[in-house]
């Protein structure tokens, strides 16, 4: 009986469905087990070889712990609103829910046909109103609450009015941006007034901020979306625009987020990427006056005790307050500033080297001395760390040293002479002398003094800061979740949790509305209202939807909270390091709030990650000879630049058909609408040799591998375990499509221990033997330990060699064969099952026992023992451990190739070392 991979794996696939092989219940008697792979995008290229490798890793674990006895839940959806669909309906005219059904419906025929084993019933899309209505709630919930910092976690907002209507605001520790009030001023508040001092406490609240606007996509972009000034997208002009803007306020979550990352498993390094992406640190806010000028100059510092050091204040060219203290004579020079800074992203600000700035020509005030302290302003200040202001010492900081030296700024000469940057610390005794009070005491003591004195005279507090801003949380496009919000004579009221899902409108045009508003804004009906014109991020509906999963069909709750308290933390997360920072710190603090108000019981989203590494793709390459049409091949190339003296041009070439490195020359002409059709070659042996270089797999580099092909040429078995088998899941690797063969023989060869393609059956019923039933026990301990510490390229190889000895041994006996099938099922999920029903059970390898090993199969009874004459090795012999030293000597001296070397002579002795050797001296 011939291996028909195809006709095996559609049947048993189809098979699965029809008894909902996958489908998991909210109550079993089992332990539960939750494996999630990161939320995909759909996009229209569909899959490539590279998608599915943390998806493979996923459902290996899943089967494997579900025939460990656990109830396991893993299922699949589409996080599928966002920019790209809203580009793609832009430029094609069609609706982003057409084009995103299409890419859906493309993505899971992909999934299907390597056979994952999701529970398809539980699958959610971010763009189904009845999954964003839940996403629009949430954002409710967290609209109408605070962090109250008396108990450190999130509470209903109506707690935060009750402790103002009863003791005003002075006991709550925030910094308003109204002045604060008593008890009787808040009862006498207009409605307006109120609205607009609780929206400085909501987690979810709105403000004006600068953002990166692109007029061509018609949206915000994130910093990192932004390169070199223009779009990562389409390279659009990008220009700073204050515009309203919804966020989230994780700031206040900041120190649980680090808590948080000591009780779960991540990977140091994304430990580490998190705790610096927080950028926790100490210190105080000071405000300085300005000379002439009503305004303060707030600065946050993490050494307040420098403060008779600061020799020049530098301020973000964004804030407002530069245009409020920019002096007549130096307008000029600071408007033309502000207007470089404007066309430069924040990640090019942080990283750039070269010393810029514009002084203002105002001074602030020291308010200890009076001296009067020059007022710059420079990019590598940025607006939204801290005040947006720093105060610079040049004596203790290097760089404020060398921006001093470079507009030569005085520096203040506190032990008689100027300092460079490694006299700097040495300054510190004498910067604290001067203050008159400090006395040359430790820092942390000096700090504490001056921050003391700073609160007592009123024009400081002590603070702790956060490199973490609070997360922006609108966009101008489209498609996204709308906000339930109403805008009421320019003030912000939720709408009722009953009047949810704030549908998303269908609009004529997706173009931007007026004053960078998003596309709603062109909708009369929608501005009539009063709605919000902006929609959520993309993020949104991603932060939540672990815990859809858990009830997805329930219209009445998010979740029930019996099912997520069953359910509780996702067990093993799967996915790319690219979400290291943005998508697990959005998805931990709602995790967080949601625990906070008492929706879930757990406030951290995920137990373990595991980052799978990057497929890369093997790019191939041609060479044209410059203004030509001819083809030189690779190892006729004195450089892939040149060619006897004439410059080639190096041409991605489509790896598909490519044979190894040799170009199927007909198929290159016949390639992109016969644009080679012409196309002569310089041959090596008759072959074209094309180059090669890893790159990361892009359809741009023609270089991505359908899994389609693949599946439908060696079998979605051969493709899940040779995905495995390129090496170790964490790490980035090049895809070789030729050693696929290798793992496709395996299977083959397994295939042969049950049916010979002429012989038939195989398999029998006699009883196994110590030595296979050794194979097999070594397999099981094996498998079970690489599958358990993720380390599935091991266990392919495991496979392999087991089948290869059980082939020696000509074991075709059931008793060994019916376990091995249960062992492999996790990865190659089809054959098993088909081999499992030919041995004649009636129930599905899915819901068999993982087999359980037995040390005494194993434990090794005898010893081979190196047998040396005088020293040197002649004859090797099999000993039983136990022996006695009486038994070696009999047996030694009645072994003919030692009777040989002993040549009628007597040993002096025989020496005996257990475990070692035996050694015969003559």
């Known amino acids: 009986m011939e291996y028909k991979f195809r006709d095996i794996e559609k049947k048993w696939q189809q098979q699965w469905i029809n008894t909902n092989a996958y489908r998991v219940s909210n109550v079993s008697e089992k332990p539960k087990f939750y494996v999630l792979d990161m939320f995909p995008y759909p996009s229209g290229a569909g899959l490539h070889v590279g998608h599915p490798l943390g998806y493979i890793a996923s459902d290996i674990y899943s089967r494997f712990k579900r025939l460990k006895g656990f109830n396991v839940l893993h299922p699949m959806g589409y996080d599928a609103f966002g920019l790209p669909a809203e580009q793609y309906a832009i430029e094609h005219g069609v609706h982003p829910a057409v084009s995103t059904d299409q890419n859906i419906a493309n993505f899971r025929r992909q999934l299907d046909n390597i056979g994952f084993c999701y529970d398809w019933e539980r699958e959610v899309r971010t763009c189904d109103p009845g999954y964003y209505k839940w996403t629009q709630w949430i954002f409710l919930q967290l609209f109408n609450s605070f962090y109250n910092r008396k108990?450190?976690?999130?509470?209903?907002?109506?707690?935060?009015?009750?402790?103002?209507?009863?003791?005003?605001?002075?006991?709550?520790?925030?910094?308003?941006?109204?002045?604060?009030?008593?008890?009787?001023?808040?009862?006498?508040?207009?409605?307006?007034?109120?609205?607009?001092?609780?929206?400085?406490?909501r987690l979810a609240y709105c403000g004006y901020g600068e953002v990166n606007w692109c007029e061509a996509l018609g949206t915000v972009l994130a910093n990192d979306e932004v390169v070199n000034g223009v779009s990562e997208r389409g390279g659009h002009p990008v220009v700073k625009k204050k515009l309203r803007q919804w966020y989230l306020r994780i700031t206040e979550y900041a120190d649980r987020l680090l808590e948080g990352l000591e009780r779960i498993e991540f990977s140091e390094s994304m430990k580490e990427m998190q705790t610096n992406w927080i950028g926790k640190s100490s210190g105080a806010e000071i405000d300085f006056a300005i000379k002439g000028n009503e305004q303060k100059l707030r600065v946050y510092t993490t050494r307040p005790d420098t403060i008779f050091g600061v020799d020049f204040m530098v301020i973000a060219p964004e804030l407002d307050l530069v245009d409020q203290i920019k002096s007549a004579e130096q307008t000029a020079a600071v408007d033309e500033y502000i207007a470089y800074v404007k066309s430069r992203s924040e990640r090019e600000r942080q990283a750039e080297k070269k010393i810029s700035g514009v002084f203002t020509g105002a001074y602030a005030v020291n308010p200890f001395d009076g001296r009067e302290i020059p007022i710059w302003i420079s990019e590598y200040v940025l607006a939204g760390y801290g005040t947006g202001a720093i105060m610079?010492?040049?004596?203790?900081?290097?760089?404020?040293?060398?921006?001093?030296?470079?507009?030569?700024?005085?520096?203040?000469?506190?032990?008689?002479?100027?300092f460079n940057g490694e006299e700097a610390n040495a300054t510190k005794d004498a910067v604290l002398e001067k203050s008159g009070f400090l006395n040359g005491m430790p820092m942390r003591e000096a700090s504490e003094i001056v921050i003391n004195k700073l609160e007592e005279l009123g024009i400081g507090l002590r603070k702790v800061n956060f490199r973490m801003r609070d997360a922006a949380f609108s966009r101008q496009r489209y498609w996204g979740e709308p906000f339930p919000i109403q805008w009421k004579g320019g003030?912000?009221?939720p709408l009722s949790s009953t009047e949810l899902p704030l549908l998303l409108p269908e609009v004529d045009s997706y173009s931007p509305g007026p004053e960078g508003e998003g596309p709603l804004a062109n909708i009369p009906e929608w501005v009539a209202k009063e709605l919000e014109t902006n929609t959520m991020p993309g993020y949104a509906g991603s932060s939540w939807y672990f815990l859809r999963y858990m009830d997805p069909k329930n219209e009445t709750a998010f979740c029930d909270r019996s099912v997520s308290d069953y359910w509780g933390q996702v067990d093993l997360y799967i996915g790319g390091t690219e979400h290291a920072v943005g998508h697990l710190l959005y998805s931990r603090m709602w995790t967080k709030a949601l625990y906070d108000l008492g929706f879930i019981g757990h406030d951290e989203p995920f137990k373990k990650l595991v980052n799978q590494g990057m497929i890369q793709g093997s790019s191939r390459f041609v060479y044209r000879i410059n203004g030509t049409n001819t083809f030189v091949s690779k190892g006729l190339l004195k450089s892939e630049e040149e060619y006897e003296g004439r410059k080639l041009d190096k041409l991605h070439v489509d790896v598909n058909f490519v044979d190894g490195y040799e170009l199927d020359v007909e198929a290159f002409k016949k390639w992109r609408n016969n644009e080679h059709a012409g196309a002569e070659f310089i041959f090596e042996s008759d072959k074209y040799i094309c180059g090669s270089e890893v790159e990361k797999m892009s359809k741009s580099k023609f270089n991505t591998v359908n899994p389609d092909d693949l599946v439908n040429k060696y079998g979605a078995d051969t493709f899940r375990m040779y995905e495995m088998f390129l090496g170790p899941v964490e790490i980035s690797k090049p895809w070789d499509t030729k050693g696929i063969e290798g793992v496709h023989r395996f299977l083959k060869k397994l295939w042969r221990l049950f049916y010979d393609d002429l012989k038939g059956q195989m398999w029998n019923n006699d009883k196994a033997t110590d030595a296979e039933l050794k194979v097999l026990h070594k397999t099981i301990k094996k498998i079970e330990d690489d599958t358990e510490r993720f380390s599935f390229n091991t266990g392919v190889s495991t496979f392999m060699i087991a089948v290869n000895e059980l082939s020696d041994l000509k074991c075709n006996k059931k008793e060994i064969l019916e376990q091995l099938l249960i062992l492999l099922t996790p990865y190659a999920p089809h054959v098993s099952e088909e081999l499992w029903s030919?041995?004649?059970?009636?129930?599905?390898v899915l819901d068999a026992s993982f087999p359980k090993f037995e040390a005494k199969y194993v434990t090794e009874s005898t010893k081979d023992y190196p047998v040396a004459i005088n020293g040197k090795t002649r004859t090797e012999l099999t000993l039983d451990l136990a022996i006695t030293q009486a038994e070696v000597e009999q047996i030694v001296l009645s072994n003919e190739i030692v009777l040989k070397w002993l040549d009628g002579k007597q040993p002096k002795k025989i020496i005996y070392v257990k475990n070692k050797m035996i050694n015969v001296v003559i």
Not at 394 to 407: I, N, V
């Open 151 to 201: 108990t450190n976690k999130a509470e209903k907002i109506d707690v935060l009015i009750a402790s103002f209507e009863a003791e005003g605001s002075a006991t709550h520790g925030y910094r308003l941006t109204t002045a604060g009030f008593t008890a009787d001023e808040w009862k006498g508040y207009d409605d307006a007034t109120k609205q607009s001092i609780l929206m400085d406490y």
């Open 392 to 418: 610079a010492v040049p004596c203790g900081d290097e760089r404020d040293f060398k921006f001093a030296q470079h507009f030569t700024i005085p520096i203040t000469n506190i032990i008689g002479k100027h």
């Open 838 to 844: 030919l041995l004649g059970n009636s129930g599905s």
């Open 491 to 493: 003030t912000a009221y």
